[in-house]
């Protein structure tokens, strides 16, 4: 069963498990399995890698998907993320802006330094919460939605996600250490926000204390 934080007439918030696709018609995915379980159409609006996991929502008409994409298109739609890097960063709060180049047969994402066909400019914010063992655990507020943004962003200064063993986070002994916190949007004149957290006793997270 998937964990739900919110459902009504247009909308269902979820929790995302680690390992379950966010989309693909031809597999298990949050999709189909909202869907199972809600007894209603789900329409997806955002993404998290399959490796990822968290708090996520999915309209459950088009009117409203139609809505929540508008609102991403005009940035009013917002997403928290928690994540532990192998290092620790210079600053404690800094804001990342690199140019990204996807390269689809690899399924890859790479810093670049100048703009050309394909090229996308990536924002993002973080604020160091803890260190531990050399690791530290960070808060991103995204700026732009690129593929693996979070991940190659910190891994091209040298602080690669703990067990993203794709963008040089070699300590493999867990899921990549990357968690949607929170999303955050506009509905009958309010803003939602909803959050869930990783689960603390499993490594990297348990060398932390989040709240």
């Not at 934080?5 to 018609?25: A, F, H, I, T």
Request: charged share 25%; net charge positive; with cysteine.
């Amino acid at each position: 069963m998937i964990k739900i934080l919110c459902e009504n007439s247009d909308y269902v918030v979820c929790v995302k498990p680690v390992g379950v696709q966010s989309q693909n018609s031809n597999a298990e995915d949050m999709v189909k399995l909202l869907s199972e379980q809600t007894g209603s159409e789900i329409f997806p609006v955002h993404r998290l890698d399959t490796a990822v996991g968290g708090t996520m929502v999915f309209a459950k008409n088009s009117h409203f998907a139609a809505e929540l994409s508008r609102q991403i298109t005009d940035k009013n739609f917002k997403k928290i993320y928690l994540a532990v890097l192998s290092g620790v960063p210079e600053k404690q709060s800094d804001t990342l802006t690199d140019l990204l180049f996807k390269d689809s047969s690899k399924n890859k994402v790479f810093v670049v330094k100048r703009e050309r066909k394909g090229v996308k400019k990536a924002s993002l914010d973080y604020n160091v919460i803890e260190t531990a063992d050399g690791k530290s655990l960070v808060r991103v507020f995204l700026h732009t939605g690129r593929t693996h943004q979070i991940r190659v962003q910190f891994s091209s200064r040298r602080l690669p996600l703990v067990g993203d063993g794709k963008y040089g986070g070699h300590d493999n002994g867990c899921s990549i250490a990357l968690w949607s916190e929170s999303v955050e949007f506009k509905y009958k004149g309010k803003t939602e926000k909803y959050s869930s957290l990783p689960d603390c006793n499993s490594y990297p997270w348990d060398l932390f204390k989040i709240d």
